[in-house]
């Protein structure tokens, strides 16, 4: 049980740092952690945000713990140096198409909600997010026209291959659940969501006892603060799921709490928190590290297959939550290494 630590900028290291705590704690027999670099701190060191050594240490692991990139000091650098292109490179090379995005209102967040109590007391949602296609990885340029005007352009595209594995994997998703899927597009307008749309019906055959709906995506932000209850399993493509998946944090309180999982069809996995460097808040002790906690229990239950372990971080993060334990994220005082301690105190 190999796992690559990949902490990268801003508030990484510091959320990183407590999800590791929290993984020795649990004295895995056979689970070794190594280090690698990423992002800016890989290209302060190596010129390279995603450096040579950083792709051979993940393909010999089993998983990856990935804390965050991202760091103003490198944003007029060229694209493919960005520290950004250390996880869009970690996603592609790897293959890790599908991300997994959970949220659910944790017991005793009602209140920090950005929804009133009683509408986000229902959501219990799965996104998932195709991650290595859409406009992220289409042909892109700056270029000037012929009058003179500069102009950015960005392809957007997916062939049906992409959209069919990443709807199977909404589909099987659904059929764990409440066997409802979303899938979520904007075929009125573009004709890469017409052919989503019509490959994920095509999928729908296969699985009979999914409920499947379609919805635009700027209904779909609408709904998910209207009534977020009626989402059970949503899919979507890697631009939509990206804007989805932040919105559908505050609707339970926090960016600061939703971890997600990035699989392959293989049996690799990275597993990180959704939000970003941070940082406004970078170096401070005050990022809340739940998220990547929540990212280190689906590791154990996704990567590895210890469903029971994984139960046990999860408990003991509901536990916290359930007495009281907050961060400035969700209107407290709590640092980093406190709620670590905290989650710490209550694994059982
Ligand atoms: P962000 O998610 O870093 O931060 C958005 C806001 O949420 C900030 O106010 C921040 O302080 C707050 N926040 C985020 N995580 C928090 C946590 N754990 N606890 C408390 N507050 C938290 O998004 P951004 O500001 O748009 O981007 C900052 C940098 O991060 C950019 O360089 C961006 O490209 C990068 N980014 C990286 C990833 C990733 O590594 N997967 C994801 C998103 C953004
Ligand atoms: C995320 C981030 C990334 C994305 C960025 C940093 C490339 O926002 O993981 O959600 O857009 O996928
Ligand atoms: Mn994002």
């Given at each position: 049980?190999?796992?690559?630590v990949l902490a990268?900028?801003?508030?990484?290291?510091?959320?990183?740092?407590?999800?590791?705590r929290?993984?020795?704690?649990l004295?895995?027999?056979?689970?070794v952690?190594?280090?690698?670099?990423v992002?800016?701190?890989?290209?302060?060191?190596?010129g390279?945000?995603?450096?040579?050594?950083?792709?051979e240490?993940?393909?010999?692991?089993?998983?990856i713990?990935f804390?965050a990139?991202g760091?103003?000091?490198?944003?007029?650098?060229e694209?493919?140096?960005?520290p950004?292109?250390?996880?869009?490179?970690?996603?592609?090379?790897?293959?890790?198409f599908?991300?997994?995005?959970p949220?659910?209102?944790?017991?005793g967040?009602?209140?920090?909600?950005?929804?009133?109590?009683?509408v986000?007391?229902?959501?219990?949602?799965l996104?998932?997010?195709e991650?290595?296609?859409d406009?992220y990885?289409?042909?892109?340029g700056?270029?000037?026209?012929?009058?003179?005007?500069?102009?950015?352009?960005d392809m957007?595209a997916?062939?049906?291959?992409?959209?069919?594995?990443i709807?199977?994997?909404?589909?099987?998703a659904a059929?764990?659940?409440?066997r409802?899927?979303c899938?979520?597009?904007?075929?009125?307008?573009l004709?890469?969501?017409?052919?989503?749309?019509?490959?994920?019906?095509?999928v729908?055959?296969?699985?009979p006892?999914?409920?499947?709906?379609h919805?635009?995506?700027?209904?779909a932000a609408?709904?998910l603060?209207r009534?977020?209850g009626?989402?059970?399993?949503?899919v979507?493509?890697?631009?939509?799921?990206?804007?989805?998946?932040d919105?559908?944090?505050?609707c339970?309180g926090?960016?600061?709490?939703?971890?997600?999982?990035?699989?392959?069809?293989?049996?690799?996995g990275?597993?990180e928190?959704?939000h970003g460097s941070?940082?406004?808040?970078?170096?401070?002790g005050?990022a809340n590290?739940?998220?990547?906690?929540?990212?280190?229990?689906?590791?154990?239950?996704?990567s590895?297959h210890?469903?029971?372990?994984?139960?046990?971080?999860?408990?003991?993060?509901?536990k916290?939550?359930?007495?009281?334990?907050?961060?400035?994220?969700?209107g407290?005082?709590?640092?980093t290494?406190?709620?670590?301690?905290?989650v710490?105190?209550?694994?059982?």
């Amino acid at each position: 049980m190999k796992i690559a630590v990949l902490a990268g900028d801003g508030i990484g290291p510091e959320v990183t740092r407590e999800a590791v705590r929290v993984l020795e704690a649990l004295r895995l027999p056979g689970m070794v952690l190594f280090e690698g670099d990423v992002g800016g701190a890989a290209y302060k060191r190596h010129g390279h945000p995603l450096p040579a050594e950083t792709l051979e240490l993940v393909r010999t692991c089993d998983a990856i713990l990935f804390g965050a990139v991202g760091d103003p000091d490198c944003d007029n650098l060229e694209r493919h140096l960005r520290p950004e292109q250390a996880i869009l490179g970690l996603r592609k090379e790897m293959g890790l198409f599908a991300n997994l995005r959970p949220a659910k209102l944790f017991k005793g967040l009602e209140d920090a909600s950005a929804l009133r109590p009683e509408v986000a007391s229902a959501i219990d949602l799965l996104i998932v997010r195709e991650l290595n296609g859409d406009v992220y990885f289409g042909e892109k340029g700056m270029r000037t026209l012929p009058d003179g005007r500069r102009q950015g352009w960005d392809m957007m595209a997916y062939a049906e291959d992409e959209v069919r594995r990443i709807a199977h994997v909404g589909f099987k998703a659904a059929m764990g659940r409440a066997r409802r899927l979303c899938s979520v597009d904007k075929a009125n307008v573009l004709e890469t969501s017409q052919l989503w749309r019509d490959v994920v019906i095509e999928v729908a055959r296969e699985y009979p006892e999914v409920e499947l709906s379609h919805m635009y995506v700027d209904n779909a932000a609408m709904q998910l603060v209207r009534n977020p209850g009626q989402f059970d399993v949503v899919v979507t493509g890697n631009l939509f799921g990206d804007i989805l998946s932040d919105q559908a944090s505050m609707c339970v309180g926090s960016i600061g709490l939703l971890a997600s999982a990035s699989l392959s069809q293989g049996t690799l996995g990275l597993y990180e928190p959704i939000h970003g460097s941070a940082p406004d808040i970078a170096g401070q002790g005050k990022a809340n590290p739940l998220a990547t906690i929540l990212s280190a229990a689906m590791l154990l239950r996704h990567s590895l297959h210890l469903d029971a372990e994984a139960s046990r971080i999860e408990a003991a993060v509901a536990k916290a939550l359930a007495d009281g334990v907050r961060g400035g994220d969700l209107g407290g005082t709590m640092g980093t290494a406190a709620i670590g301690d905290a989650v710490l105190e209550r694994l059982t």
